[in-house]
T-cell receptor
Framework: GAVVSQHPSWVICKSGTSVKIECRSL??????MFWYRQFPKQSLMLMAT?????????EQGVEKDKFLINHASLTLSTLTVTSAHPEDSSFYIC?????????????FGPGTRLTVL | KNEVEQSPQNLTAQEGEFITINCSYS?????LHWLQQHPGGGIVSLFM???GKKKHGRLIATINIQEKHSSLHITASHPRDSAVYIC????????FGAGTRLTVKP
């Protein structure tokens, strides 16, 4: 089956620093990747849609200058949380759509737990 | 009102019981997903449905497009099925239900 990895799996950082999270599709090419955020005891929230070679599309209320997304290749998307603050502490999950294939067939990464002190 | 409603929110069952989790949505969709999230946070996509019924092992998912309703069934439940089950629909974007926390006791 298709595998999506995320790195790191967890990170603790000081307030004001930037953190980069990688999302890789290991055995398939992903034209589209999605970034989600999940706060404790809450469901997933879509942050942005990332298409290879183009700018990400952000959901309403998500600051694009704070959450920088780069989808430089068909197997890698990165999410950089800039100047992180404690309220950014969350579980960040990516998913990828395999290409070619059904548009809606998404494969999820294991998530990255970010704690900002 | 949430566009994707799941019920129940919490469910406790004894090992071996038949389990049903329901999902209702209010928007037009192109597909519906059932996801399983384990305590560590990792998510597994169980099913993607656009019509009818799918079966995988002890799991069965059905969808009724006209009624905007889907169900996830688990037969012969086992403690390892304990997880949060999330219904997600693809409309113009992806919308998620709040999840159903299932605990299966031995």
């Amino acid at each position: 089956g298709a595998v999506v990895s995320q790195h790191p799996s967890w990170v603790i950082c000081k307030s004001g620093t930037s953190v980069k999270i990688e999302c890789r599709s290991l055995d398939f090419q992903a034209t589209t990747m999605f970034w989600y955020r999940q706060f404790p005891k809450q469901s997933l929230m879509l942050m942005a849609t990332s298409n290879e070679g183009s700018k990400a599309t952000y959901e309403q209320g998500v600051e694009k200058d704070k959450f920088l997304i780069n989808h430089a290749s068909l197997t890698l998307s990165t999410l950089t949380v800039t100047s992180a603050h404690p309220e950014d502490s969350s579980f960040y999950i990516c998913s990828a759509i395999r290409a070619p294939g059904p548009y809606n067939e998404q494969f999820f990464g294991p998530g990255t737990r970010l704690t900002v002190l | 009102k949430n566009e994707v409603e799941q019920s129940p929110q919490n469910l406790t069952a004894q090992e071996g019981e038949f389990i049903t989790i329901n999902c209702s949505y209010s928007v037009g969709i192109s597909a519906l997903h059932w996801l399983q999230q384990h305590p560590g946070g990792g998510i597994v996509s169980l099913f993607m449905l656009s019509s009818g019924k799918k079966k995988h092992g002890r799991l069965i998912a059905t969808i009724n497009i006209q009624e905007k309703h889907s169900s996830l069934h688990i037969t012969a439940s086992h403690p390892r099925d304990s997880a949060v089950y999330i219904c997600a629909v693809r409309a113009s974007d992806m919308r998620f239900g709040a999840g159903t926390r299932l605990t299966v006791k031995p």
